[in-house]
């Protein structure tokens, strides 16, 4: 049970084309980067529709994708998100399968000074439907399996000594079967690159003590972000996220920061725990065409409960960027340098970081 964003963005597999008007298109292989994979290939094919011709519409997509890294990790989906007429309802689907050699740096009480290597391996099936329950306001649920183990691990290294532990012990595979609750707050203008409104995601969910399931805990996030104009076509975004857990959580599925989406410039994963709260602010302007630039600041902190995070916790990270408009919808192509404590990324992919 996850709502953090993955190391890999399913929009980067799209940035090698745009949306059509309901074809299916193959994606020849589309080139990301990011520090978790280093160069990665994509390929796979994906349809956009819509539900009705208006202006406001959101748009359905469908798509199959594979990737594989430098690294050696693989990753494939099938995935759908539709929209009903007037945006009155919305499902999505993902399956999902991957291979995916990362590294780990502890959690927050035992941070490693350096990386070690370990390889999860995850299959996963998630649902949800969302229903309009007033102009703005959708609410609905989610249920989610996920398959998954902890491979070639370090023997006597951080994360085989933290899976000795009574918290994590029997760690190194879990199911778990959950249902989440959503109530979200969306009055976005567009969906992929909004100018002005704003999101706001409350998430409750439960791993659940069904047959077969080995871990229970109880996951609560909160992702709130306002898109400003200030004239000019500049645009101020501004997030805050903060997720708690409570339970016995896998230690792949704790909240971290770091990555593509949260505190730029840091590995994602690099710091992890039980809490995580996070903001960041990004300035957006056009500069020529289908050219932009960015500018963007953040920080954030993850302790065991929210009541022991402190200001030394905090850790802070900053960049620009650039963006190149893929398609009239806006879906742009994204490449960020971020810079945090000690710290650096480079990041070409699609779509926003939020």
């Known amino acids: 049970m996850r709502d953090s964003v993955p190391a890999v963005r399913r929009d980067s597999v799209q940035a090698s084309a745009a949306p059509g008007s309901g074809r299916w298109s193959i994606i020849l292989p589309g080139i990301t980067f990011a520090p978790e994979t280093r160069w990665a290939a994509a390929i796979g094919g994906f349809k956009v529709t819509k539900s009705a011709p208006s202006p406001g519409q959101r748009p359905n997509t469908y798509a199959v994708r594979g990737l594989y890294s430098q690294r050696h990790q693989v990753q494939a989906s099938f995935s759908l998100d539709r929209w009903s007429t007037d945006n009155a309802g919305r499902i999505e689907f993902d399956a999902a399968f991957s291979r995916f050699p990362n590294s780990f740096y502890g959690v927050r009480a035992a941070l490693a000074d350096s990386a070690e290597q370990y390889t999860p391996r995850t299959a996963s099936l998630v649902g949800s439907y969302v229903h309009r329950a007033r102009p703005g306001l959708y609410l609905g649920g989610r249920v989610a399996l996920e398959d998954a183990a902890l491979t070639a691990i370090a023997d006597g290294g951080t994360l085989a ?5 009574p918290a994590f012990a029997g760690g190194e595979r879990w199911r778990t079967a959950s249902a989440t ?6 009055t ?5 690159f909004p100018t002005r409104g704003s ?7 439960r791993a659940l003590g069904v047959p077969g399931a080995t871990h229970q805990f109880t996951r609560i996030s909160l992702d709130a972000r306002r898109y400003q104009p200030l004239g000019r076509g500049l645009v101020l975004a501004v997030q805050g996220f903060g997720v708690f857990t409570e339970g016995r959580v896998p230690v792949d599925n704790l909240p971290a920061l770091g990555g593509a989406s949260l505190l730029r410039g ?3 994963g690099r710091f992890r725990d039980r809490t995580a709260l996070a903001t960041q602010v990004e300035l957006r302007t ?3 065409r289908r050219l932009g630039a960015v500018a963007f600041a953040g920080a954030g902190a993850v302790g065991p409960t929210p009541n022991a995070l402190s200001r030394d916790d905090v850790r802070s990270a900053w960049g620009v960027g650039v963006r190149f408009a893929l398609n009239g919808d806006r879906l742009n192509l994204r490449i960020d340098r971020g810079f945090g404590t000690g710290s650096r990324g480079i990041y070409i992919t699609a779509g926003e970081a939020f």
């Open 161 to 165: 000594t933290l899976l000795t532990t």
């Open 181 to 186: 609750l959503i109530a979200s707050w969306d």
């Open 188 to 192: 976005r203008d567009v969906f992929f």
């Open 199 to 205: 999101a706001v995601w409350l998430n409750i969910g």
């Open 266 to 268: 840091y590995f994602a």
């Open 286 to 288: 056009p500069t020529w």
